[in-house]
């Protein structure tokens, strides 16, 4: 939809613009990341985008493009929902929106989750930032008055490239 632009000076940072005018062209986008992720899906992802914006509806079409087929939930009070991945391997769904006491960092055992290999995708990581470790990917989801999505992605080149 755009060409990807290199952004700073990163050579592997690149940014990308996209636009969502409907939830088809966020699954056509969420496949083609899946793609990009396979076979072992191993990266963190980072949703920004206010209330609404879109990030569990695009959380949840990356898990199906991922081939998980049962309930996706939205992890609001859990904050982790995880998804064991057909073919092989974890992918955990975070909301950080409620997260706020760093010590559940450790409780609640996130620490071990990022530490070890798998799929991260995280709505409101703002609220954790102190904890996160460098995403692989960020989305910044903007919410147009026509309803759709204006989005950009920044991030490691082979993912970001994925998307155009
Ligand atoms: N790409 C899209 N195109 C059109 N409508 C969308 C799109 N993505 C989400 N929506 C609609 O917007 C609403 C809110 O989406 P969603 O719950 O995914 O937002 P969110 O960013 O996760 O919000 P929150 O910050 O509350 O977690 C849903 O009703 C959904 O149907
Ligand atoms: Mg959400």
């Given at each position: 939809m755009?060409?990807?632009?290199?952004?700073?000076?990163?050579?592997?940072?690149?940014?990308?613009?996209l636009l969502w005018?409907?939830?088809?062209?966020?699954?056509?986008?969420?496949?083609?990341?899946?793609?990009?992720?396979?076979?072992?899906?191993?990266?963190?992802?980072?949703?920004?985008?206010?209330?609404?914006?879109?990030?569990?509806?695009?959380?949840?079409?990356?898990?199906?493009?991922?081939?998980?087929?049962?309930?996706?939930?939205?992890?609001?009070?859990?904050?982790?929902?995880?998804?064991?991945?057909?073919?092989?391997?974890?992918?955990?769904?975070?909301?950080?929106?409620?997260?706020?006491?760093?010590?559940?960092?450790?409780?609640?055992?996130?620490?071990?989750?990022?530490?070890?290999?798998?799929?991260?995708?995280?709505?409101?990581?703002?609220?954790?930032?102190?904890?996160?470790?460098?995403?692989?990917?960020?989305?910044?989801?903007?919410?147009?008055?026509?309803?759709s999505?204006r989005?950009?992605?920044?991030?490691?080149?082979?993912?970001?490239?994925?998307?155009?």
């Open positions: 755009s060409e990807p632009v290199a952004s700073g000076g990163e050579q592997t940072a690149t940014e990308l613009r005018p409907d939830e088809a062209a966020a699954q056509a986008t969420a496949e083609q990341l899946a793609a990009a992720l396979l076979p072992t899906p191993d990266a963190v992802i980072e949703l920004h985008g206010p209330l609404g914006a879109g990030k569990t509806t695009f959380t949840r079409l990356l898990l199906r493009a991922l081939g998980i087929t049962g309930r996706i939930k939205s992890p609001s009070y859990a904050v982790m929902e995880s998804y064991e991945l057909p073919g092989g391997g974890v992918a955990s769904h975070f909301d950080f929106y409620r997260f706020g006491d760093p010590r559940e960092w450790e409780d609640a055992g996130f620490r071990d989750v990022f530490a070890a290999p798998g799929l991260k995708v995280c709505e409101w990581p703002e609220k954790a930032a102190g904890q996160l470790p460098p995403p692989d990917l960020q989305l910044f989801i903007e919410l147009l008055p026509d309803d999505r989005v950009r992605a920044v991030g490691a080149r082979r993912l970001v490239e994925a998307l155009s």
